[in-house]
Every structure is written in C-alpha cells, then in structure tokens.
C-alpha cells in the first residue's frame, strides 16, 4: 500500500524558507511512470499545485511560484521535498504532497500539514 507522509515546521517566520518533506512508502519515487506532487490549500481556499518531481528527477512547477520555490529527492531514502522562499503570511497553509499521473489525477496523498508563516 502506497503511503505519503509529509513533515516540518508548522511555524515559518515572514522572510524565511519553508522546508518539508514528504516520506514515501509502498512505492519507490523512482519508479515510471508516476509524479510526486506538492499541493496546498490556503484557509478559505482552493487547492493550488505548487509543483512536481518525476520519476527521473526532472521538476515541474506552478508559474506563479516557481520563482521561490524548489522541488528535489533523496532517492536512498525515497523522499522528496519542497522548498519555498522568502515566505509571507500568504503562504500559510495546508501543505499536501501525493502522488500523481500525467493526466493531473492525484491517486494517494498524505495527510497534510498545516504551515503558519508568522508577519
């Protein structure tokens, strides 16, 4: 069975970069012919992509965020993990990472995490 767990900080200072990390089991992120997706959901929002990792490494991100934010794996440990910039208040959220195929269907995710960027 496919599992994804996400962890970090619940709290980033205004400024900072936000750091998480999403830990995969049942399936090696490695493996064709899948994608692993960081996702989010402000208060009140919808959810938003933020970006992606395949399974050859390759990244793929939202043009609206791509300019702070950085997707990258460690393949021994079968993990991948976001990094956002320069975070405001406005990048509080419930952050999601899943797993996802080329057509945008996300087919497990985690649980979530909730992420608070204090002013």
């Known amino acids: 069975q496919v599992q994804l767990q996400e962890s970090g900080p619940g709290l980033v200072k205004s400024s900072q970069t936000l750091s998480l990390t999403c830990t995969v089991s049942g399936y090696s992120i490695t493996r064709n012919p899948y994608l692993w997706v960081w996702i989010r959901q402000p208060p009140g929002k919808g959810l938003e992509w933020m970006g992606a990792?395949?399974?050859?490494?390759?990244?793929y991100y939202n043009p609206r965020l791509k300019s702070r934010t950085s997707i990258s794996r460690d393949t021994s440990r079968n993990q991948f993990t976001l990094q956002q910039r320069s975070v405001t208040p406005e990048d509080s959220a419930v952050y999601y990472c899943?797993?996802?195929?080329?057509?945008?269907?996300?087919?497990?995710w985690g649980q979530g995490t909730q992420v608070t960027v204090s002013s």
């Open positions: 990792i395949d399974y050859l490494g390759i990244t």
């Open positions: 899943a797993r996802g195929d080329w057509f945008g269907e996300n087919d497990y």
